[in-house]
Structure formats: C-alpha cells, structure tokens
C-alpha cells in the first residue's frame, strides 16, 4: 500500500512563506504525477500544483509565480514551496499521487492570518 506523508504546514502571517513536504513509501518514478490538491472550509479540493514523471509541472492560476513544486528523487520527496502567502491561501493540502490507481495523503493545515 502506498504511503503519502505530508508535513510543513503550520500558521504562518499574510506575506511569509511555508514549505510542505510529502514523502512517498516508494520510488516517485512509479507514478504518472504527483502534486498538491488544497481544500478550504465549503469549498472543494482543487489542483495546486503537481509535476509529472517527465518533470512537467502544471500551477493552478491563483498561485502561479508564488508557489515551486520540485522533487528529491534520491528521497522520494516532492516540495511545494509556497511564498507572498495571502489567506486566501487558508486550507488543508493534501498530496496526491497517479498512476492506475489516485493515492492521497492525510492532509496538513495551513493557516495565513492576515
């Protein structure tokens, strides 16, 4: 069974950074892509920003230039280093990994005051 472990989130004020870890029980390579999804209170989850096996990377519109997805192939590791961090940035994110089958993590909370 695949095992997605996120960390890094936290409580951060408008304007600071964060960066979320998600590390994978096996090699990075067995899957199509692998990224971040977030889900605000009321709202459904959306597609943040994932990278593919190619090294492709796709951002969502609203945090294009602020967010960096990147990868530890050695640690099986993907980033997401989140900047000029707004509260409307406010959710849970959850890592989210393809191939045949859609694998997600537990989830970590990030919070921006403003």
């Known amino acids: 069974q695949v095992q997605l472990v996120e960390s890094g989130g936290g409580l951060v004020q408008a304007g600071g950074s964060l960066r979320l870890s998600c590390a994978a029980s096996?090699?990075?390579?067995?899957?199509?892509?692998i990224g971040w999804y977030r889900q605000a209170p009321g709202k459904q989850r959306e597609l943040v920003a994932d990278?593919?096996?190619?090294?492709?990377?796709n951002y969502a519109d609203s945090v294009k230039a602020r967010f960096t997805i990147s990868r530890d192939n050695a640690k099986n590791t993907v980033y997401l280093q989140m900047n000029s961090l707004i509260p409307e940035d406010t959710a849970v994110y959850y890592c989210?990994?393809?191939?045949?089958?859609?694998?997600w993590g537990q989830g970590t909370q990030v919070t921006v005051s403003s």
């Open positions: 990278i593919t096996q190619s090294g492709s990377t």
């Open positions: 096996e090699s990075i390579f067995r899957f199509s892509s």
């Open positions: 989210n990994a393809r191939r045949c089958v859609t694998y």
